[in-house]
């Protein structure tokens, strides 16, 4: 699921907060082939304990730190699997009438990955609290506390994913430095990480200010260069040792990037 598309969801979608509600289930219980509401989606906030849910046919653990968006009228089946009872709120909200084409999102079902965040759930416990009072004041409150839920969870989900990113490209450029001897692509190294190719680039280049060929190309001539001052191997087993084929195709780089032919640098240098 793409993050970006999942705040543009949150933050420009038309929702409108209908209510709250929460449970406890005992570890014997199994619940299934009940639907979701058919007039509204749901936050799910796992409270305590941990049960193992199926909508439409996809697998979800229901645990602290993990919040699941389920669309309305949706499948579900549900298990318990921790000894003790299991605790959760469900907020349900509506789309705006006319909207769904606009944000098919709100129809599908998915996992946040928010990590055991104190303010998130206190907002959570708040909100609970405030619906229950059944006033109409407490019940603006309780759509502020909606809207401040959705907003702490993008800024979560923000912070969670660059960190992902930057922990990501750190461990691309590791593996550049430990691989560049291979005749490896950008396409190589986004396949090893299961990422695709643009989108890779991007976060490189966005992280370190050049793009992943560039890095690549020239950390292989920074190490070509050590070898040509630090040993007697010839031009051709340089060019081998650094990952080029073609040794013309390396001499060509190394011309373009320094200035001189792998040999007149091997000359200047002694």
């Known amino acids: 699921m793409d993050i970006q598309e999942i705040i543009e969801f949150y933050t420009t979608a038309p929702l409108t907060f209908l209510d709250v509600i929460t449970e406890k289930i005992s570890s014997e219980t199994v619940v299934t082939n009940y639907k979701t509401m058919t007039n509204a989606a749901g936050l799910i906030f796992p409270i305590n304990g941990v049960a193992d849910v199926k909508i439409e046919g996809k697998n979800y653990r229901l645990e602290k730190g993990q919040i699941i968006h389920a669309g ?16 959760y709120a469900v907020i349900h909200f509506q789309l705006s009438d006319g909207e769904n084409s606009k944000f098919p999102l709100y129809n599908r079902h998915f996992a946040l990955q928010v990590g055991e965040q104190l303010k998130l759930m206190n907002l959570l416990q708040q909100l609970i609290q405030n619906y229950v009072m059944g006033s109409h004041l407490s019940f603006l409150q309780s759509k502020a506390l909606f809207f401040n839920i959705l907003e702490e969870i993008i ?20 593996y550049m430095q430990e691989n560049y001897t291979k005749n490896m692509t950008v396409m190589d190294i986004a396949n090893h990480f299961k990422m695709e190719r643009r989108k890779l ?58 200035g001189l032919s792998p040999s007149q640098f091997r000359k200047h240098i002694n």
């Open 155 to 174: 800024l979560v989900i923000k912070m969670r994913d660059y960190q992902y990113k930057k922990e990501n490209i750190t461990l691309i450029t590791e």
């Open 201 to 258: 680039s991007y976060l490189f280049e966005k992280k370190m200010g050049v793009s992943p060929n560039v890095y690549l190309t020239v950390l292989r001539i920074q190490k070509s260069k050590v070898l040509l001052r630090t040993s007697h191997l010839s031009v051709k087993d340089i060019a081998e040792k650094v990952g080029y084929t073609d040794y013309f195709y390396f001499s060509r780089v190394f011309k373009k990037i320094t």
């Open 72 to 87: 309305p009228n949706l499948s579900i089946q549900r298990t318990i699997t921790s000894d003790t009872k299991f605790e």
